[in-house]
């Protein structure tokens, strides 16, 4: 049995001498086969060492296909994993003064961005339309072993609790991690995969050397809205999974339904957010039966998932994953049994187990080999995993905790409400008390909401106000900015007509 291949880039390798001519690359632009891509990648990496990029350097790579293609761009991330080098990625809705603070506080070499100064913050810039992709010459160069145990690449948290805090894992935890989350949906090598967020964007980075790990096609296309432009988009790419966070989906069954059937997906994950049973339900019927539920995080990976088989039962999120091990805090110290609500806490193989730069963050997170993600839940004995909520989101209203999640769901179950979101307001009596930010679509009364509310749910877990607002903050998976939320500017609807 041949070894597994020890980083992305020796995967694609193994890919183009295998399958030169299988689709690596798909975007509205063309096709790109394995063979070409690592051809170019190869060609590019030799580029960087002419330039002077050794092994071990820093290289800031800017996200932005403007002056060159999206192909380009990722043929240049997989040019610095093959120049031993290590690739920090400078996403396209990072600001400017973010860039330059980025490239600054972790020591870049080298700045991979078209119309750049020559030097920025001490790193050089290298312009790749200096590249020439067609120049054979390039295939000479002496390239190094790729160390499986070297770092790949810097990986940005989503940034709900905050600042984005810092992975930076190795080439084996990389593509191991790419592996599991693969294999934990049955994908392979004949799949045609879409993310959320295409590249490049960092969020499409992940998604993209995921399939490239195992050898599948990348469908880099925006998701279509509505849901007749997304099957038009399903058919035309010839997509087979994809991925889509619950405010995705949920704009897509708030649309224009679909006239006749939707082309046939081997799954579509939901990902990033809370979704309800009930939404859960929608979706397998007016998209695909085979919707998942996928838990993870960047830190972890996949976590559990729930499949199609599986009830959707409230805030189950499916089974551990294999390689995946639990602990449920007790907070002081102890494990839970099965069943009881405490801290959740994983491990794996291929986790990290700091943050870079951020010792306050990795002690709070890493804690004697697990990772804290700051969720409350269950296991029970099945390995079945439900969660509760942010540990930090549980608003304590006079003693009565509350998970805004479970009055999100209701709130959006009421047909003039397009999202809501609940957090926790100050209160001199009571410390705190949820309050509902709603964004609706069709006019209604407040009095009706509370009454549908109140039909639902305990009283006592009753929102104290409600806000009205044009959008809920969200990161790029869909999960809730809280701390955004609560800045935002509102109006409260006290009884007016919304």
Known sequence: MNAAPASVCAALALHAVARPQASAYVDNEGVIGYGDLHMVSRRAAGWLARQGVRPGDIVALSLDA??????????????????????????????????????????AAWLLAAGAPPRVAGARTLDSGGFDPADATLDRASLPDIDPDAPCVYLFTSGTTGMPKVLLPTHRQVIEKSVAVMQSLGADSSDRLMAPVPWPAGMGMRYMMRVHAIGAAYVAVLLAEPLQELAGSIARHGITRMYASPWQLRRLLQGPQHAGPMPALRSLSAIGAFISAGEVEAVRAAITPNLYVDYGCNEVGAIALLGPGDAAEPGCVGRLQPGVEVRVDDGAGG?????????????????????????????????????????????????CLTLRGRTQDLINYGGVKIWPEDIEAVLKQHPAVLD???????????????????VWHAPFNIADLEVFCLERIDGSRMPRWFFLTDSIPRNENGKVLRDALLALPRRAADGAPL
């Open 420 to 438: 809501a979101a609940v957090a926790g307001l100050p209160d001199p009596l009571a410390g705190q008390a949820p309050a509902a930010f709603i």
């Open 66 to 107: 403007r002056a060159q293609s999206a192909s380009g761009v990722a043929a240049m991330l997989y040019a610095i994993g093959y120049a031993g080098a290590v690739c920090l990625p400078l996403p396209p809705e990072t600001p400017l003064t973010v860039r330059v603070a980025l490239l600054e506080r972790f020591g």
């Open 335 to 383: 494990a839970l049994p099965p069943g009881e609500v405490g801290e959740l806490a994983y491990r794996t193989p291929w986790m990290c187990h700091e943050y870079t730069g951020n010792s306050q963050a990795t002690r709070e997170r890493f804690r004697g080999g697990w990772f804290y993600p700051g969720d409350a839940g269950s296991v029970d004995a099945r390995g």
